[in-house]
Structure formats: structure tokens, C-alpha cells
């Protein structure tokens, strides 16, 4: 079974600033796809950034990027220039390429100081 | 392009009643899951459906059903309700695994 742990239930950073969400995955598949999903209040889920297990090279999207370390089965979120827009839950998900079911993990509450 | 569109996005129902929530996945989505939110357990899947069968379940009594139809769209089906299922009901459709999900606003269901 998979599991996703994201040890950092609350976060606060200053707008403008860096902060770093941390997420750890155990699995024994060795193909697999990491998410970082954001629900804003509106509750809306958002994917905000993906990364494919076989691929070395960590994703970026704008001011979201990833530290993906897949010895460790670490997956951080770096926001970059925080806005108060990024105020959100961030949820880390796992999903092996063989299954059809997403793991979460139990989020991080992020908000954004002005 | 239309996102996925859960309907009603609230629920107030009495303990012992039935619930039926939809599901209309992003078109050209033949994957929609279902996931239980609750502040204590964070979420958790009900089940997927993909082309009008179950291909995966979670953990949750029989009194929680799903389906879905030829045109992808999905229901959900809670049948006597207990307090315990007040919740956030998200719906989430997918292209393929690789493309994550893309998420409803969901249904805030209320037992009382």
C-alpha cells in the first residue's frame, strides 16, 4: 500500500518570501506520478504542479517548483515570491502508474502574511 | 471548456435519509472518483469509475454506492445517513495518470 505524509499541518510565510512544503511517499512501485493539488477556501481542489517518477528533472511552474528526491521518497513544494493568493491547504498526492487510485496526504494549511 | 460540475454544492438531510450527489466530468473524461472530506480524516476515496464499471473502491460500508452512465457522468449514493457523514463530497475526473485529476467544487453535505 502507498502512503503520504505530510508532517507540516501549519505554515505561515511572508508575502514575498520563500517557503517550502515538505512531503515523504512510500510505495514499492518504482513508476509512479507525484502531485501538488491547492484548495483555496472556495474549496475548489487545483493541481498546481506534477512530476513523473522516471524523470530526473524537477518541475517547475512559474513560482512552484519541486524537490524531487526519489531515493529519499521526497517530493517538496518550493513557492517562490509568496502572494496572499497562495493562502490555500496544499495537498501532496502519489499515484503509482499501474493503479487508478490517488494517495493524499493529510495537507499543510498555508497562509500568507501580508 | 467546461470544468467538473457537481451538483447540489449543498446538502442539509436527517439521520436514516438517502442522498444522491452528481457528477459531470470534464468531456472527453471517461475516469471520475469519489472522495470523502472530513477535517479529522482529510480525504478519502470512496471509488473510481471508468466506461460505466468500478474499477477501484475504498474503504466505506455498503451504504455508500456509485455508478456511472454512458455519457460519464456520475451519481453517488449514501443510503441511511448517520452523523458521521457530513462531509465535503469531491468529484474528480481524469483524462489519463499521468495528467492528475481536475476537481468539482463539491457537495457540503450536513446530517442532522
Known amino acids: 500500500a502507498q502512503t503520504v505524509t505530510q508532517s507540516q499541518p501549519e505554515m505561515s510565510v511572508q508575502e514575498a518570501e520563500t517557503v517550502t512544503l515538505s512531503c515523504t511517499y512510500d510505495?514499492?512501485?518504482?513508476?509512479?506520478?507525484l502531485f501538488w493539488y491547492k484548495q483555496p477556501p472556495s474549496r475548489q481542489m487545483i493541481l498546481v504542479i506534477r512530476?513523473?517518477?522516471?524523470?530526473?528533472q524537477n518541475a517547475t511552474e512559474n513560482r512552484f517548483s519541486v524537490n524531487f528526491q526519489k531515493a529519499a521518497k521526497s517530493f517538496s513544494l518550493k513557492i517562490s515570491d509568496s502572494q496572499l493568493g497562495d493562502t490555500a491547504m496544499y495537498f501532496c498526492a502519489f499515484r503509482a502508474s499501474t493503479g487508478n487510485q490517488f494517495y493524499f496526504g493529510t495537507g499543510t494549511s498555508l497562509t500568507v502574511i501580508p | 471548456k467546461a470544468g467538473v460540475t457537481q451538483t447540489p454544492r449543498y446538502l442539509i438531510k436527517t439521520r436514516g435519509q438517502q442522498v444522491t450527489l452528481s457528477c459531470s466530468p470534464i468531456s472527453g473524461h471517461r475516469s471520475v472518483s469519489w472522495y470523502q472530506q472530513t477535517p479529522g480524516q482529510g480525504l478519502q476515496f470512496l471509488f473510481e469509475y471508468f466506461s460505466e464499471t468500478q474499477r477501484n473502491k475504498g474503504n466505506f460500508p455498503g451504504r455508500f454506492s456509485g455508478r456511472q452512465f454512458s455519457n460519464s457522468r456520475s451519481e453517488m449514493n449514501v443510503s441511511t445517513l448517520e452523523l458521521g457523514d457530513s462531509a465535503l463530497y469531491l468529484c474528480?475526473?481524469?483524462?489519463?495518470?499521468?495528467?492528475?485529476?481536475?476537481f468539482g467544487s463539491g457537495t457540503r453535505l450536513t446530517v442532522v
Open positions: 474528480a475526473s481524469s483524462f489519463a495518470a499521468n495528467y492528475g485529476y481536475t
Open positions: 510505495t514499492s512501485e518504482s513508476n509512479y506520478y
Open positions: 512530476q513523473e517518477a522516471y524523470k530526473q
